[in-house]
């Protein structure tokens, strides 16, 4: 199954050169139809005739994103060198509301580019 899913400019660069393979996201009822072995395509949020393919190699299911930053290694996860010290599992509060975090889970999709 393909699954279609846009990124910010920073992550999908990151996916892009092979530095980010893990993709964090809330496990709503869109991500919980996600399987190993499926394929996503990225498209820049700016422009979206820019795709990256991958594959799902590997699903990380947490109920918090507390939980997922004590366990899976955050330079896989789109931080880097620089930023990996103020890592924060409320950073992904922008992205989805703690009511939404503890109402569906949250999910960390390992990938591969293909």
Do not use: W
């Not at 991958?54 to 620089?82: K, R, W």
Request: glycine fraction near 4%; hydrophobic fraction near 30%.
């Amino acid at each position: 199954m393909t699954h279609n899913m846009t990124l910010f400019d920073h992550p999908f660069k990151m996916i892009k050169s092979g530095q980010k393979t893990i993709e964090l996201r809330l496990n709503d009822e869109k991500r919980s139809q996600i399987k190993v072995g499926d394929e996503i395509i990225f498209s820049l949020k700016d422009d979206p005739s820019q795709t990256i393919h991958v594959q799902v190699i590997a699903l990380h299911h947490y109920p918090t994103f507390e939980a997922l930053y004590s366990d899976l290694p955050l330079l896989q996860c789109g931080y880097d060198s620089e930023t990996i010290k103020d890592a924060s599992p409320h950073d992904m509060d922008r992205y989805y509301t703690p009511e939404k975090q503890r109402h569906y889970g949250v999910l960390g999709i390992e990938i591969r580019r293909q």
